[in-house]
């Protein structure tokens, strides 16, 4: 797993810095920008720990105490008692949450009962939305009938399902246990209750075949989900595969590969009713997009629950200056030491940074124009807005869009997106 950053100390009592505060006479008149607000929940276990995964996840035998699935629960509303005071104290506690995402780890390794208890804190720490989308990851082999009923009743709106793959031996290379053709029962199990149903898939595992991926993205579409992620897999230092490809056990794909991967899966789910909305998630329509990722990709603020997960909160509109533009912290990373530091009422903060202007700045434009909505052309630089004729005579960028004013990826700049991230800031 990657290590933290180091940054600054975040203040035992996890107070905020007085830029990102807003005062009790215009605490109830957040801009509108200001105003979306989601909550990110970790939980850290799973049944096993995926060769590729470089995530915070731990299996259920390697804790214990404060840190075990079964006070899990109880834990994580500490840390949501403590965020209502900070955001109160800094004349953000007024704001009903908007999402609210479940991630891991395997969430649903929880009882749905633990799950449900994390959300209803969250609800009465701040109030949800009335449109609120609350989601949760799931692998196939995690969830019954049962539990997806309880999770729907209780106000949960969205499953998003770790499929990976559809093909044995590529499952197996990932290390996933499930068993493939579980995904339509737990696919009708979810729609049953009243869920929306996403399907995560991976491309790109060593060995896997261009047949391979396109059994995988049919199986997928099988099911008739209204929303599907498909990630390349990168293999991170430091995980097993890591040291499998090291060892010359496995070979990663080349560019190319990964590419017509990705065109194939793009073909398939157009031609299947579903549109790219961000460079790696496809919907049916804008309203069976994942709306707490696009909240990440938009800038919005969000409070991250769990060990090692992250949170943010910007500057008031317009009270950006260079020295600060918001501000984002991180949890210390192993479940023990969260569980210890909240038992002991501090901050389980490791440490955070100040984003100045233009680091935000940076962070807007890298994640904005990964969005099939683009971006506006005013916010880039001179040097950015010179840049775009020639991004649209590479076909990076889509000539007509520029015309309107905003800077929207081609597919080919979509394969390329890194590559216009940098023009676009140099």
């Known amino acids: 797993m990657p290590a933290l950053p180091d940054g600054e100390p975040v203040p035992a009592d996890g107070s905020l810095?007085?830029?990102?505060?807003?005062s009790a006479d215009d605490a109830t008149g957040v801009p509108s920008s200001r105003s979306r607000f989601g909550v990110y929940v970790?939980?850290?276990?799973?049944?096993?720990?995926?060769?590729?995964?470089?995530?915070?996840?731990?299996?259920?035998?390697?804790?214990?105490?404060?840190?075990?699935?079964?006070?899990?629960?109880?834990?994580?509303?500490?840390?949501?008692?403590?965020?209502?005071?900070?955001?109160?104290?800094?004349?953000?506690?007024?704001?009903p949450v908007r999402t609210v995402f479940f991630g891991g780890?395997?969430?649903?390794?929880?009882?749905?009962?633990?799950?449900?208890?994390?959300?209803?804190?969250?609800?009465?720490?701040?109030?949800?939305?009335?449109?609120?989308?609350?989601?949760?990851?799931?692998?196939?082999?995690?969830?019954?009938?049962?539990?997806?009923?309880?999770?729907?009743?209780?106000?949960?709106?969205?499953?998003?399902?770790?499929?990976?793959s559809a093909v044995p031996h590529v499952l197996a290379t990932l290390e996933r246990t499930h068993d493939p053709a579980r995904l339509p029962d737990v696919v009708r199990w979810a729609r049953e209750a009243g869920l929306a149903?996403?399907?995560?898939?991976?491309?790109?595992?060593?060995?896997?075949?261009?047949?391979?991926?396109?059994?995988?993205?049919?199986?997928?579409?099988?099911?008739?989900?209204?929303?599907?992620?498909?990630?390349a897999l990168v293999v991170e230092p430091g995980t097993k595969m890591a040291a499998q490809v090291r060892r010359g056990e496995l070979t990663l794909p080349d560019d190319d590969d990964q590419a017509a991967k990705y065109e194939l899966a793009d073909?398939?789910?157009?031609?299947?009713?579903?549109?790219w909305y961000e460079v790696s998630n496809w919907s049916r329509g804008p309203e069976q997009a994942c709306r707490h990722n696009l909240a990440y990709w938009r800038g919005d603020d969000w409070w991250g629950i769990g060990p090692g997960a992250h949170s943010y909160v910007g500057a008031p509109d317009g009270d950006a200056t260079d020295d600060g533009a918001g501000v984002r912290w991180w949890n210390v990373?192993?479940?023990?030491?969260?569980?210890?530091?909240?038992?002991?009422?501090?901050?389980?903060?490791?440490?955070?940074?100040?984003?100045?202007r233009g680091e935000a700045h940076l962070e807007r434009v890298m994640l904005g124009v990964r969005l099939a909505e683009g971006l506006d052309l005013d916010v880039l630089d001179p040097p950015g807005r010179r840049a775009v004729a020639g991004m649209v005579a590479r076909e990076l960028l889509d000539?007509?869009?520029?015309?309107?004013?905003?800077?929207?990826?081609?597919?080919?700049?979509?394969?390329?997106?890194?590559?216009?991230?940098?023009?676009l800031t140099a």
């Open 267 to 275: 073909d398939l789910l157009t031609a299947a009713g579903l549109s």
């Open 333 to 356: 990373k192993h479940p023990r030491r969260y569980a210890a530091l909240l038992a002991d009422g501090r901050s389980p903060g490791a440490g955070r940074e100040v984003l100045s």
């Open 197 to 231: 149903v996403s399907v995560d898939l991976i491309y790109g595992t060593p060995g896997e075949s261009l047949d391979d991926w396109r059994t995988s993205v049919e199986a997928a579409l099988s099911t008739g989900v209204d929303h599907v992620s498909a990630y």
């Open 399 to 423: 000539g007509a869009a520029a015309v309107r004013g905003r800077a929207v990826l081609t597919r080919r700049g979509r394969l390329l997106a890194d590559t216009v991230v940098r023009e």
């Open 105 to 164: 780890g395997t969430p649903t390794m929880l009882p749905a009962a633990d799950l449900v208890r994390i959300l209803d804190g969250i609800r009465s720490a701040w109030g949800l939305a009335p449109d609120a989308e609350v989601t949760t990851e799931a692998n196939p082999d995690s969830v019954t009938p049962e539990s997806l009923a309880t999770l729907a009743a209780a106000g949960f709106t969205r499953v998003s399902f770790g499929m990976q």
């Open 42 to 95: 970790h939980v850290p276990f799973c049944s096993v720990r995926c060769g590729y995964c470089d995530f915070n996840t731990y299996t259920a035998a390697e804790l214990g105490g404060g840190a075990s699935q079964h006070q899990y629960a109880t834990t994580a509303l500490g840390e949501v008692d403590l965020a209502s005071r900070v955001l109160a104290d800094a004349g953000l506690g007024h704001r």
């Open 17 to 22: 810095p007085d830029l990102v505060t807003r």
